[in-house]
């Protein structure tokens, strides 16, 4: 079984991975908390509730509302994994997923691994302790 801490990776070892072009940082936060935090410097936006809709979860009432969007088409879901096939196995980049506080960014990278994504972690502390790092951004 996986424990957290087994996925996770702090700040500045994920901005050490992505300046030696090694990972790809997946924010997984809404769109609202782009715009109220900031986005990072060369994340790929990729929203957990829509994540996890491409994936064929099913989501609660509250992330359905927090999401409002339709459902996936097959062509959504071919451009998600496409991007995730990018990234993990042509470049073979380690995924970085990254949240406001790491607790989605946990459910993020363990669905990842489900899907066959071993080198998935989740920024410990996410987007808070990464402002916080001194480590330069990407």
Known sequence: MTTPESIEISTGAAKELMSLGMGTLLDIRQ???????????????VPLFRFKQLLGHTLSEEEQE??????????????FLALINEQHVAHDRILLCLCN??????HAAALLRELGYPRSLSVRGGIRAWHADPARES
């Open 31 to 45: 769109p609202f908390e782009l715009m109220l935090e900031g986005e990072v410097d060369g994340a790929l936006p």
């Open 66 to 79: 927090l999401l409002d969007a339709d459902e996936p088409d097959a062509r959504d879901i071919r451009h």
């Open 101 to 106: 506080s790491g607790r989605r960014s946990l």
